[in-house]
């Protein structure tokens, strides 16, 4: 099992960026798919979660109305469509099957002006 995360960067408050993480080494199709992330000095946490056809969709309080989580389910990959980017939103981001415990080695997202 692998992920590979992409598409982060520095950007400046109000700006926008779009994460992708690319899995392998199962039937990405078969499991739903999250992303978390970790900012200095805090716990991992839960950002999104999106079912394994891609139906159904969950957000963190923090999140909703901002981030929109997709997936391709042909390319074996997972989107994090991030709008409105706060100062707040600075972490490194990661994504994840639930139901495995591995992790990739997630990506930067920087908000500052």
């Known amino acids: 099992v692998r992920f590979s995360e992409s598409g982060g960067g520095l950007v400046q408050p109000g700006g926008s960026l779009r994460l992708s993480c690319a899995a392998s080494?199962?039937?990405?199709?078969?499991?739903?798919m999250s992303w978390y992330r970790q900012a200095p000095g805090k716990e991992r946490e839960l950002v999104a979660l999106?079912?394994?056809?891609?139906?159904?969709?969950n957000y963190a309080d923090s999140v909703k109305g901002r981030f929109t989580i997709s997936r391709d389910n042909a390319k074996n990959t997972v989107y994090l469509q991030m709008n409105s980017l706060k100062p707040e939103d600075t972490a490194v981001y990661y994504c994840?099957?639930?139901?495995?415990?591995?992790w990739g080695q997630g990506t930067q997202v920087t908000v500052s002006p």
């Open positions: 080494g199962f039937t990405f199709s078969m499991y739903a």
């Open positions: 999106i079912t394994s056809a891609g139906s159904s969709t």
């Open positions: 994840k099957a639930p139901q495995f415990g591995y």
